[in-house]
């Protein structure tokens, strides 16, 4: 799988799917399996079991993985979905840095 463009913490949109258009906080990124996990987003019920004595068993919604590739970062300045290139730039001791920009405003992330 190639390297992904999102990290945590990050802000993105949804490209695709049932919830299309919503945006949400990265909770977790697996760039072995190509996905991430969003606030809010891919909800799925999960099953909880009773772990003592008098508590009841139940439902509850949790966030589900989902391709990166159906979400795209939002760039915090412009606040638009832009896909974030890599650009360097000289650091302080006079070494390039590595440092993600928005294609639209040339913004860093």
Known sequence: MEKLNIKKDDIVVVLSGDDKGKRGKV????????????????????????????????????????????????????????????GYEAGKDGKNVKVRLCTKCGAKI
């Not at 399996?33 to 809010?40: L, P």
């Not at 508590?55 to 970062?73: F, G, N, P, R």
């Open 27 to 86: 909770l977790a990124v697996s760039p072995e399996e190509g996905k991430v996990i969003v606030e809010g987003v891919n909800l799925v019920k999960k099953n909880v079991k009773a772990r003592k004595q008098g508590e009841v068993s139940s439902q509850i919604d949790t966030e589900s993985a989902m391709y990166a590739c159906k979400v795209e970062l939002v760039c915090p300045k412009c606040d638009k979905p832009t896909r974030s290139k890599v």
